[in-house]
Every structure is written in C-alpha cells, then in structure tokens.
C-alpha cells in the first residue's frame, strides 16, 4: 500500500507574522487619520459648521489666458463688477467679459501691451476667450446670482476681496459656507432653495 502525502495547506492569515503586521498597519492609519483630524480639524466636513470665507478651500493662483487684474480695474480704475459681469442682476450666472468688450476700452487704452494683443487676437479669430473657472460649487448646486444680488448680498460676501488681487485663486464652495449665510440672514433653509 502507497502512503499518499497530505496536501500542503496555506498558512493562515492570522498565523504567524501577517496577523501582527496587518494589525499594527491598521492601528497606524487609524492613529495617523485621529491626529490628522486633530491638527487639521478642516479636513472633517461638517456641513452647517460656522465656515468663515478664508477656511472656504483655496486653490493655487490661476494662470489665465490674459493677465487679467482685478486689483487694477476695480480699485485703480474704479470700474464696477457689472460692467465685466453683467448678467448677474437678471441671470443664475453673471457672464464674463467678451473681448469685445474689453477692447471697447483697449482699443484706445494701452492698445499695444501685448495683452491686449492676445485680446486682439482673441477677436479677430472670432473665438471666445478661454478664461478659466476660478470658483466651483458642486454641479447639483443652483446659486442664482440675481437673487442674492436682489438681496443685497455683496460681491465680495461669496467671492472675497477680488478687487485686492492681481491674479485669483481657485476656490471650491463648501455647503457650510452657505448654510451658514442662510442661517444669518434667515434666508431658506429648505433642500430645494439650492439643491433643484
């Protein structure tokens, strides 16, 4: 008679060494994400927490296709948002400056910096200029710029101090920084006054 060899069975997970390892590894992400929290308390979100506009999740300064100051026009030249931005009062969305509309004033204003060349160029090719989107909030968010503009909420309430700034930053709007606005001014509260 034959003696047949038993099997070989696979060691165990918990067997040996990989039991001990797997649990230290755990307990150290578990401890790495509890001080994480602790020194950054930003990275939780609560939604509904008071957020101040600063704590609002800033990006890096944003290339845009022409070195646009906001610093310059507003502050220096004195030319108001809606000049740039003129949907804002009768529209979700507060539009932005064509090149058309900037050459009103570069046609005669500085016509050769080579900005505004870009700008030239912009129009002569018939193309819209490529600026980009500087300030998010999630697709499933309506914020309807008329009816806040209506409500006398200022610019810079939402956007900051844009007319400081030579160049912005991207920022991304998080749904305590408006729940919190809500709260104050006793606006809606209801899911759909923003989710619709």
């Known amino acids: 008679m034959t ?9 165990r997970l918990w067997g040996g060494w990989a039991g001990p390892l797997l649990l230290a590894l755990f307990l ?8 994480g929290f602790f020194y950054y308390p930003g990275l939780a ?19 845009q296709p ?11 030249k004195q030319i108001d948002c809606a000049y740039c931005h003129p949907n804002g009062e009768r529209s979700p969305h507060p539009g932005l400056p064509t090149a058309e509309k900037c050459l009103g004033c570069h046609n005669h204003i500085i016509p050769q910096h080579q900005e505004i060349l870009k700008l ?14 500087v300030y998010y909030s999630p697709d499933h968010v309506y914020f309807p710029h008329f009816r806040h503009l209506k ?13 400081k700034t030579d160049r912005l930053s991207q920022v991304t709007f998080y749904m305590g920084f408006c ?9 809606p509260m209801t899911c759909s006054a923003c989710h619709q």
Do not use: Y
């Open 45 to 63: 979100r609560q939604h509904g927490r008071q957020i101040a506009f600063q704590e609002v999740m800033f990006g890096p300064k944003l290339e």
């Open 120 to 133: 030239k160029q912009f129009a002569a090719d018939g193309t819209s200029v490529p600026w980009v989107r």
């Open 179 to 187: 729940v919190q606005c809500h709260q104050e001014r006793q606006a």
């Open 28 to 35: 150290l992400a578990v401890g790495a994400m509890l001080l």
């Open 66 to 76: 022409i070195a646009f100051s906001h610093r310059l026009h507003v502050t220096d």
């Open 151 to 163: 409500k006398e909420v200022r610019c810079q309430e939402c956007h900051g101090e844009v007319e």
């Open 3 to 11: 003696s047949v060899n038993p099997v070989p069975t696979p060691r």
